[in-house]
C-alpha cells in the first residue's frame, strides 16, 4: 500500500522561510516523481514544483510564481523530496499538498497518489 507521509508548514512572516518534505512509503520502482501542488479557497489546486528521477536522471520545474524563491531536491533512496521555501510572501499561503508516482519517474504522472494537505500561512 502507497502512503505519502506530509511533514512542515506553518505560520511564517512575510519574506521568511518554510520547508516542506514528502516521503512515499511503498513505493516499488527506482523511477518515481514526487511533486507539490498547492490551493486556496474558491481557487483551483495548482502545481508548484515536481522533482522526479527516471533511469538516473533527476529533473526538477516549478511554477513561474515560485522560481527563484523555491528549491526542490529529492533523496532516491528514501522516496522524499523536499521544498524549500524562500522570501515567502502572503500570496503563497494555502494549503499544501504532495503528490507522486510510481514508476515512470515523470513529473506529468505525478498526481497517481495523494498526501493530506499541510497549511502554509504567511503573514504581512
Known amino acids: 500500500e502507497v502512503q505519502l507521509q506530509a511533514s512542515g508548514g506553518g505560520l511564517v512572516q512575510a519574506g521568511g522561510s518554510l520547508t516542506l518534505s514528502c516521503t512515499a512509503f511503498g513505493f516499488v520502482f527506482d523511477n518515481y516523481a514526487i511533486g507539490w501542488f498547492r490551493q486556496v479557497p474558491g481557487k483551483e489546486r495548482e502545481g508548484v514544483s515536481c522533482?522526479?528521477?527516471?533511469?538516473?536522471?533527476?529533473?526538477?520545474n516549478y511554477q513561474d510564481a515560485v522560481k527563484g524563491r523555491f528549491t526542490i531536491s529529492g533523496n532516491n533512496t528514501k522516496k522524499t523530496a523536499t521544498l524549500q521555501m524562500n522570501s515567502l510572501k502572503p500570496e503563497d499561503t494555502a494549503v499544501y499538498y504532495c503528490?507522486?508516482?510510481?514508476?515512470?519517474?515523470?513529473?506529468?504522472?505525478?498526481?497517481?497518489?495523494w498526501g493530506k494537505g499541510t497549511l502554509v500561512t504567511v503573514s504581512s
Open positions: 522533482y522526479s528521477s527516471r533511469n538516473g536522471n533527476s529533473n526538477t
Open positions: 503528490a507522486a508516482e510510481d514508476g515512470y519517474g515523470s513529473c506529468d504522472q505525478v498526481t497517481e497518489y
